[in-house]
């Protein structure tokens, strides 16, 4: 079974940065896609970067465009993501997701509180 661990979330005031991690209990190649989710109070999850087996961030989600940076590190099976310019919106739980053949795994989550 795939164990996903996010830690990293935190309190901050808007402007300032947080850096999320997620480690995977396996090597990040059997993986697919790897990417970062986050779910706001009354609002849907959704998906805010992933970055691909091969190594291409494929995706962004308009709102972090530039603020946020997906990364990984293969000899840890981590993945990153830098949030910079933090704002009051970015307030959620963040997620880890790992895809492999079509079988989803989670971590259970980092909350992200960002205050005016």
């Known amino acids: 079974q795939v164990q996903l661990v996010e830690s990293g979330g935190g309190l901050v005031q808007a402007g300032e940065s947080l850096r999320l991690s997620c480690a995977a209990s396996a090597s990040i190649f059997s993986f697919h896609v790897m990417g970062w989710y986050r779910q706001a109070p009354g609002k849907q999850r959704e998906l805010v970067a992933r970055?691909?087996?091969?190594?291409?961030?494929?995706y962004y989600i308009d709102s972090v465009k530039g603020r946020f940076t997906i990364s990984r590190d293969i000899a840890s099976s981590t993945v990153y993501l830098q949030m910079n310019s933090l704002k009051p919106d970015d307030t959620a739980v963040y997620y880890c997701?790992?895809?492999?053949?079509?079988?989803?795994?989670w971590g259970k989550g980092s909350l992200v509180t960002v205050s005016p």
């Open positions: 997701n790992a895809n492999r053949g079509g079988m989803e795994f």
């Open positions: 970055i691909t087996n091969g190594g291409t961030t494929s």
